[in-house]
């Protein structure tokens, strides 16, 4: 039997290889080095990723390739994040490239990962232990570098908010040798000195090694400890340190950071006018409509005289006292009829009559009883002497009565009825009629 061919056109064929590829593989991580690089004028990287035995073909978009920290160049040595696939007008396998790193920065990368997952298991990462920012903090404490392009931008974005609340700085080498020392100190200080309602830890944009006072133990451990809300505002919005994980919250740059912290007076301000406008009218409504009710009820009151009311409750007391006599007068003539109903049902179906019944069918039971147990006895009497009888005719006993013998092995043995068994001077016993005896056998005869 020829079974029904299903036929693809090239490009449905592509376009299913392509599907399976794309959601068969998660994103994962792929080191090689880099060749025909090329950087068409549409900002997209194309390259060859490769080894000492095989090689991939890579793209690059350029809303991905335009957040690179390095600069790709042939026979460079990459670390690339992204997902496999198939290029389908030429039919061509592809991976497409979401992240890249130098060779270097992947060792990075890897410790920066077991430490992530390290504190995450001890609890530092998790929302219940998140504290929440202050609505109006009375002093905002800054820790980062007193020089970096971050502490002009924080205090810009803060005079700009909230110019009447103070701002301490922290100020910390947020990268080098010495660096993760001085920002622990400088979270220990500040919630030592409770002096600000909210921290803001910051430092500019940078490559993974630039930022990686940020992505130290100590320092996490610092933050997490801090009584203070913290808001982790490091490098630019693509930028993540554990610092940003452990932190309160976290800002994508120092300036969004400093947004979130400082609240905006003018807005506040506007907006408290514009409560103070709405709660004015809401009172001078309210005290409108009070005064309306107020006239209102005295109005009533003058209409409603207390004589006429307890007139009227007095006419209407009478009303309903009638109407409960006639109510209850009409009940107890429906419950007398009621009980009359039930006295001739309980005549009509008196058990006397049963009674009555019941004991003259036990009378006709008892004279029935003897009789019938006497005919029971008869038919049992006679069908126990048939059965005498034919007992009778089939005891050996009765065989005995016409002269014939039983031959045993002995007195009490088993009864003998072939002579194989039998042995010239064997002891026999017969049993006869009314005796039995011993005899030795001197011959065996057989019988034709």
Not at 238 to 260: C, G, H, K, M, N
Not at 423 to 442: A, N, P, Y
Request: glycine letters at 6%; aromatic letters at 6%; proline letters at 5%.
């Amino acid at each position: 039997m020829q079974t029904e061919r299903t036929v693809f056109t090239v490009s449905q064929l592509n376009s299913e290889v392509s599907h399976l590829l794309t959601h068969g593989f998660p994103a994962l991580w792929v080191e090689g080095e880099i060749s025909n690089l090329a950087r068409p004028s549409s900002g997209h990287i194309y390259l060859t990723l490769k080894d000492a035995g095989a090689q991939v073909r890579c793209a690059m978009f350029r809303n991905r390739a335009m957040y690179l920290k390095i600069r790709p160049e042939n026979g460079m040595k990459v670390l690339v994040r992204g997902k496999v696939g198939l290029y389908e007008p030429r039919g061509e396998f592809q991976m497409v490239i979401e992240q890249m790193e130098s060779a270097g920065e992947g060792a990075l990368q890897r410790q920066f990962e077991e430490l992530k997952r390290k504190l995450h298991a001890q609890g530092l990462f998790a929302d219940e232990h998140k504290k929440p920012l202050p609505t109006f903090p009375r002093c905002i404490g800054v820790i980062t570098s007193p020089t970096g392009a971050a502490i002009r931008d924080i205090l810009h974005v803060l005079k700009r908010r909230c110019p009447q609340i103070p701002v301490m700085v922290y100020p910390v080498a947020v990268q080098g040798e010495g660096s993760k020392e001085q920002i622990v100190r400088a979270i220990q200080q500040a919630g030592r000195e409770q002096r600000c309602d909210v921290l803001i830890l910051a430092r500019g944009g940078g490559s993974i090694e630039d930022l990686w006072s940020f992505n130290e133990e100590n320092v996490a451990q610092a933050v997490y400890a801090c009584p203070l809300p913290i808001v982790s505002g490091v490098g630019h919005e693509i930028d993540f340190t554990i610092a940003d994980f452990v932190a309160d919250v976290r800002a994508p740059t120092p300036s969004a950071a400093a947004e979130l912290v400082g609240p905006e007076m003018a807005v506040l301000q506007t907006h408290v006018q514009r409560l103070q406008h709405q709660l004015g009218r809401i009172q001078q409504r309210y005290l409108q409509r009070a005064d309306e009710h107020f006239r209102r009820l005295q109005q009533r009151l003058e209409n409603q005289r207390p004589t006429n009311r307890l007139q009227q409750k007095a006419q209407r007391l009478d009303e309903l006292d009638m109407r409960l006599a006639s109510a209850f007068t009409r009940h107890l003539r429906r419950q007398q009829q009621h009980l009359g109903n039930l006295q001739t049902r309980l005549q009509t179906q008196s058990p006397t009559r049963s009674i009555r019944q019941q004991q003259e069918q036990l009378t006709r039971w008892q004279h029935a009883l003897p009789r019938l147990m006497q005919q029971r006895l008869d038919k049992a009497r006679d069908h126990l002497q048939i059965q005498v009888g034919q007992l009778q005719a089939l005891s050996p006993l009765a065989t005995l009565e016409r002269g014939y013998g039983i031959v045993r092995a002995n007195a009490e043995g088993q009864v003998i009825r072939s002579v194989a068994p039998l042995r010239l001077g064997q002891t026999v016993f017969t049993q006869l009629k009314d005796c039995g005896f011993e005899s030795i056998i001197t011959k065996i005869q057989p019988i034709a």
